[in-house]
């Protein structure tokens, strides 16, 4: 099955002087699951790149025969979820609900770590804290090993939100 792709022309807004980001945002919201964009521009769009990266998007770059260019954005097929997990977390479906829930998501380290261990000190033995995170919190996780705490942690669907059950040791 061939690959799919909208295409946007934003030529026009930038000869006359305009501001197409807005327009490229709205078509990429507007995609179908598995559509692409090709987008036409009169020059090549570098601070876009990174940005639909980030978006799920790889990109390929053309420069036109007229001098304008060319860029082809194809959605990057999502990989299965990992699902990391500590010694003796393997099997954490019996663990209870966890009490609590903290959202960490834009916090830059070490203040994420620093919260976590902090909340796990007031907490009794066997329960359950929950964290969002903007990123898998490696060097947390060797902690939480090291002070005897268990835990079991993945990416969402989405790629942008790393989730983690700990349950205090």
């Given at each position: ?93 019996d ?11 834009g916090?830059?380290p ?60």
């Amino acid at each position: 099955m061939s690959q799919i792709y909208k295409e946007l022309d934003v030529r026009p807004i930038l000869r006359e002087g305009g501001e197409p980001f807005q327009d490229i945002m709205a078509a990429v919201q507007s995609l179908a699951p598995g559509e692409g964009l090709r987008l036409l521009s009169t020059f090549k769009p570098t601070p876009l790149l990174p940005l639909m990266s980030r978006q799920g998007f790889s990109s390929e770059t053309h420069e036109l025969d007229t001098g304008d260019w060319e860029i082809i954005f194809s959605p990057i097929a999502k990989k299965a979820a990992h699902v990391a997990v500590s010694s003796g977390a393997e099997d954490a479906s019996d663990w209870p609900e966890p009490l609590w829930q903290v959202d960490l998501v834009g916090v830059q380290p070490p203040v994420p770590m620093e919260k976590v261990l902090s909340r796990l000190s007031l907490m009794e033995p066997g329960e359950v804290l929950f964290v969002l995170f903007d990123r898998e919190p490696a060097f947390l996780a060797t902690e939480l090993e090291n002070r005897g705490h268990r835990w079991v942690g993945a990416s969402d669907v989405s790629g942008n939100v790393y989730r983690m059950l700990i349950r205090v040791g």
